[in-house]
């Protein structure tokens, strides 16, 4: 066991998947002698060269694109895009080449990409620095979309992103980076399956879904109801893309109430998606509306006024109080 | 040219036949080796190049390009008898295709956009497997591993960034080669685009990436003059090949209606790539004949004069000339090459009526590589829906 931050936790599994695939190299801006923005690739390059750890020209499109075309030739690209407002000169790649051209052969040709996004707000940023695309991507087949809550997660799910052979994006909560865990180097354990939620707290009352930089968010929310008596139990998505919707059914199935919070607009998000399975899948169950905790339908706003928009303790348990009151 | 490394001898001038020393609006200078009248010429770099073409290849260029014109036209048909739901012709641009696709190796992979029907000739592609997309019946259509070359990609000029990857791929390849002292062969990759997408940001993109690491990529640009209904003019106030200079390597401007300066260019720009001298931009200066695709039509925005000019350099005839001139080929040959071709557009007319019709059970089962509950849970949704048809039949009979 070590103790590290999730920064420092994606680095060692980076590390790891260098040391283990020769085939494995990454990608980006400033990634290399600088270590990246967040330092999160720090020291690889010296370790392993500019061969595989290699700082790119100044053009996203470019880095996936490129990327492409090293998996075809059996390599394993992990790219790092530098925030989440600037993934968008890649859309394309993404959405019309990565996520299709394993379709498009018929399953002959695989093109096993990561593309590493730090994403979400509460950093105090300026404008394109605090956004939460994942819904544009989970709605584009094809993808796998993942986001680890803590350092033991982020160790071992970068690397299992590393060795999947389908496209991964994986979102990095960039205000959790600092946020400190237990890593187990040498047992996955519950997080050998990136693609399966995690129960992360157990409760009887209502359910809290939750992925990302707001799990912990989300858990506080749940201690803090626990003073009004109520046992709430919460879920780490974890996998957006696909999404296990068996264990949020399940935990439905008991507690009657779920919430589903997130920092991205709540209009076409994955709340929604939630929303819609769930009343398809334990209608009967459900004493009260599925209610998401999301961003507003606006481009996010100002540092100055992020606290506003962003969702916190007080709005996940005020989403509790009208759910328990319905 | 800068430290861009040429074959001795051939740095000075090449700077005064490539188009690099052509001012904006100033005629460039575009190698060609064989006139539209058939007679061959020299060039002071390419001719050492075009002499490696022995008479029995040039029979082969010929044959190759009569048979895609050939194809074309039966193509053509079937989408016109409703056998198709588009069909993208190529006539005009045989002599582009054969001549680059011949200079490749089997070892170097090609990335076509979706014109590059005679490449796919060229590189064994089942021309059948081909009509596929234009059908309805696969987004693909063959495998891109069998003879290296990649399927056609519509959304123009994604490929050049995949082509450049793929050579940074080769070019580790190498590297891990030299490190275990076993032996991975030379190779290069070909990203082929047109005048209209080479406004694509993703050309521009492909292009620095492939002077920043020396990839060994040739980015084969046809400039056919019309990207549907826009001319050239309008994507581009230089010669294309111009551009090449702004990135540091070298570009040439290629008579693409010479299949012999075309096969010379390419060889040369292939080997520079495959010797790590780093990438090259190819303008093959041709032209669309027909239309954009069987849904467009050319006299809505075009002149069927400036047609009538073009067709006077065609790429076909002025070879047919050559080689009749010369006394490679005679009457037998051509004779031969035309029953080739009609029986090549018999097997196409034949095999596009029995292309299967695929199961919309193999889409779902190539969306991911590996197990997806929400494919799984899709897919058995929809065979118990299927299903339900089923007994509404049997209930019925």
């Known amino acids: ?326 | 040219m800068g430290s861009t490394q040429l074959p001795p001898g051939t740095e000075e001038t090449l700077a005064a036949t490539t188009a690099a020393a052509a001012a904006p609006g100033e005629p460039v200078e575009m190698v060609q080796l064989l006139g539209p009248d058939g007679t061959l010429g020299s060039d002071p770099v390419f001719s050492d190049y075009a002499k490696r073409i022995d008479p029995e290849k040039l029979r082969v260029f010929y044959t190759d390009m009569a048979r895609i014109r050939r194809f074309d036209q039966e193509a053509t048909a079937l989408q016109r008898q409703g056998e198709l739901a588009l069909w993208v012709p190529l006539t005009g641009q045989e002599a582009a295709q054969i001549g680059s696709a011949h200079a490749s190796q089997s070892q170097d992979y090609i990335f076509p956009t979706y014109r590059e029907h005679g490449v796919a000739l060229v590189r064994n592609v089942d021309l059948a497997e081909l009509l596929k997309q234009f059908r309805g019946v696969s987004n693909g259509g063959w495998d891109p591993r069998e003879n290296n070359f990649h399927l056609y990609t519509l959304v123009l000029a994604a490929q050049t960034l995949h082509a450049v990857g793929y050579a940074m791929g080769i070019q580790r390849d190498q590297k891990l080669a030299a490190a275990t002292d076993s032996t991975e062969p030379k190779a290069a990759v070909i990203a082929y685009f047109g005048d209209g997408a080479s406004s694509e940001g993703d050309v521009h993109e492909s292009m620095v990436f492939a002077a920043s690491y020396n990839a060994p990529v040739v980015f084969f640009c046809q400039n056919n003059h019309w990207a549907i209904s826009v001319p050239t003019e309008v994507q581009t106030k230089v010669p294309l090949a111009n551009r090449a200079k702004g990135y540091g390597f070298p570009g040439i401007r290629v008579d693409g209606n010479d299949a012999i300066a075309v096969h010379a260019v390419t060889e040369w720009a292939l080997e520079h790539a495959r010797e790590g001298r780093g990438p090259v931009l190819i303008e093959a200066y041709t032209y669309r004949v027909g239309a954009h695709t069987t849904a467009d039509d050319p006299t809505k925005y075009r002149e069927s004069a400036e047609e009538a000019a073009w067709r006077e350099k065609d790429p076909l005839d002025r070879l047919e000339k050559y080689l009749r001139t010369e006394g490679l080929a005679d009457e037998a040959f051509f004779d031969q090459v035309k029953a080739d071709g009609d029986e090549l557009a018999k097997y196409v007319r034949s095999t596009t009526h029995g292309l299967e019709v695929p199961d919309i059970r193999a889409a779902f089962a190539s969306v991911y590589a590996e197990q997806h509950p929400l494919i799984a849970e899709e897919l058995a949704w929809f065979e118990e829906y299927s299903a339900g048809f089923e007994s509404d039949q049997e209930a019925a009979n």
Request: overall charge negative; some cysteine.
């Open chain 1, 1 to 326: 066991m070590a103790t590290m931050t999730i920064a420092k936790a994606i680095n060692e599994g980076l590390r790891a998947s260098l040391t283990n695939n020769p085939k494995s190299l990454l990608m980006g801006e400033d990634i290399g002698h600088l270590g990246g923005v967040y330092r999160v690739t720090d020291g690889l390059i010296k370790e392993f060269g500019d061969e595989r750890v290699l700082d790119t020209p100044l053009a996203e499109s470019g880095i996936v694109g490129t990327a492409i075309g090293l998996a075809l030739r059996g390599y394993s690209p992990v790219c790092e895009i530098q925030f989440d407002g600037f993934v968008y000169p890649a859309f394309n790649q993404i959405t019309t080449q990565l996520a299709k051209i394993h379709a498009r052969s018929l399953g002959k040709l695989t093109v096993p990409v990561v593309i590493r996004i730090p994403y979400g707000g509460g950093i105090g940023s300026i404008e394109h620095h605090s956004e939460s695309p994942e819904a544009l991507f989970a709605h584009t087949a094809g993808l796998r979309i993942i986001s680890p809550s803590n350092a033991h997660d982020a160790y071992w799910m970068i690397q299992k992103a590393i060795e999947c052979q389908d496209p991964v994006i994986f979102f990095e909560p960039k205000r959790r980076y600092w946020l400190k865990g237990e890593v187990d180097v040498e047992n996955a354990g519950l997080s050998e399956d990136p693609f399966k939620a995690h129960v992360v707290r157990e409760g009887a009352d209502a359910t809290i879904v939750a992925y990302g930089p707001l799990v912990p968010v989300a858990l506080a929310a749940a201690n803090a109801a626990t003073e009004d008596g109520r046992s709430i139990e919460v879920i780490d998505l974890r996998s957006i893309s696909p999404l296990d919707f068996d264990t949020v059914e399940a935990s439905v199935k008991k507690t009657g109430r779920l919430i589903v919070a997130h920092e991205a607009p709540t209009f076409g998000g994955i709340g929604g998606e939630i929303a819609a399975r769930i009343s398809e899948r334990a209608f009967l169950h459900l004493e009260a509306p599925v209610i998401r905790v999301g961003g507003f339908h606006m481009p996010y706003p100002v540092a100055k006024v992020e606290e506003d928009y962003l969702p916190d303790i007080d709005k996940i348990l005020e989403a509790l109080d009208r759910s328990l009151s319905y």
